[in-house]
């Protein structure tokens, strides 16, 4: 299962902006890119950083 980076905001309470700016930093794990334009982070992925990041 994969998240937008819509839902990611949703889950640390951040912007889409926000998102990207903190995958620049290094602040998230790197996303799966499915297509050409579609960027997805697993679900799995988000929920370790989250539990680790506490």
């Known amino acids: 299962m994969f998240l ?3 839902e990611v905001g949703e889950v640390f309470g951040i912007g889409r902006a926000t998102v990207w700016r903190w995958l ?6 790197q996303p799966v890119r499915l297509s050409g334009k579609c960027t997805r982070w697993r679900v799995s ?7 680790t990041a506490t």
């Open 4 to 6: 937008t980076d819509r």
């Open 24 to 29: 620049d930093c290094g602040k998230l794990p």
């Open 45 to 51: 992925d988000i929920e370790n950083f989250a539990a």
